[in-house]
């Protein structure tokens, strides 16, 4: 490990440039779970910076630094770790990372999400995360989404990330092209109940922004409109929560089939 004393230290500035977000391919991953997830999933950070007093004292976090290469360990002192925390009250441990690269197939034929301006970065991450509790492996994102490696939306994904390959900034008219499976919509009108309706194997599931849902064009697409049955007076449910209704659904229907597990 390597003691860092000075703000001025490459390393230590390097980190700092990428917490800010000026660093475009990288991000920051804080805390003890969502680097101990990195690092299950095989994975290795950039960097990883260690509040020397909160090292000294947690046995987990000694245990995370021993999975380390010692020459991506840096140590400081307290005051240059808050510096670079997005967390008012952080755990003493910072990755810097590099943003996992996904490759385009040129045809989508197994289960996937589709989100249509998702701009809550909370929303975003419980989305993920959902996704990947259901089985489904594929996440693609349009423009006017969350950024989905911001600090918000990894905190809300809870480590979701690292088993997803997550497809940013696409045209979902133009990815429509590609599909080869059904494209179910989430709507409120000319729509058919989600207990009524023959749920495939495999299909593309679109949802849409919170307060407009999906937009009319990409409704036109779909290959069905379903929405969820609720209580009377009840107006509509968070995205989110729409989103794990279907995907279990779904993944009950089938839950004899090894594709989505």
Excluded at 59 to 65: I, K
Excluded at 97 to 121: A, F, G, K, M, Y
Excluded at 194 to 213: K, M, N, Q, S, T
Aim: glycine residues 6%.
């Amino acid at each position: 490990m390597k003691y860092i004393a000075s703000r001025e230290n490459p390393a230590y500035k390097l980190i700092a440039r990428i917490a800010s977000g000026k660093a475009p391919g990288r991000t920051i991953l804080e805390g003890v779970h969502l680097c101990g997830a990195w690092l299950d999933h095989g994975k290795r950070p950039d960097l990883a910076l260690f509040d020397e007093n909160r090292l000294r004292a947690s046995t987990e976090l000694a245990e995370l630094a021993a999975r380390i290469d010692a020459h991506s360990c840096l140590v400081c002192a307290p005051r240059l770790a808050h510096a670079v925390s997005e967390v008012e009250h952080g755990q003493g441990v910072i990755f810097a990372v590099t943003i996992p690269s996904v490759e385009d197939s040129p045809v989508i034929d197994r289960n996937c999400v589709w989100l249509d301006r998702i701009q809550d970065p909370g929303n975003l991450g419980t989305l993920l995360r959902t996704a990947a509790a259901a089985g489904v492996a594929h996440v693609y994102l349009s423009e006017g989404c969350a950024r989905p490696w911001s600090q918000k939306t990894l905190r809300s994904a809870q480590g979701a990330h690292f088993a997803l390959f997550i497809h940013e900034h696409q045209d979902l008219h133009a990815l429509r092209a590609r599909l080869a499976i059904p494209l179910i919509a989430t709507a409120v009108r000319h729509a058919s109940s989600i207990h009524d309706v023959a749920l495939p194997l495999d299909c593309a599931w679109l949802f849409g922004h919170e307060g407009r849902g999906v937009a009319p064009d990409l409704l036109g697409l779909a290959d069905q409109r379903v929405f969820i049955p609720m209580a009377p007076g009840a107006e509509s449910l968070n995205v989110a929560a729409a989103a794990a209704v279907c995907l279990f659904e779904q993944r009950r229907r089938h839950r004899c089939s090894s594709s989505n597990s």
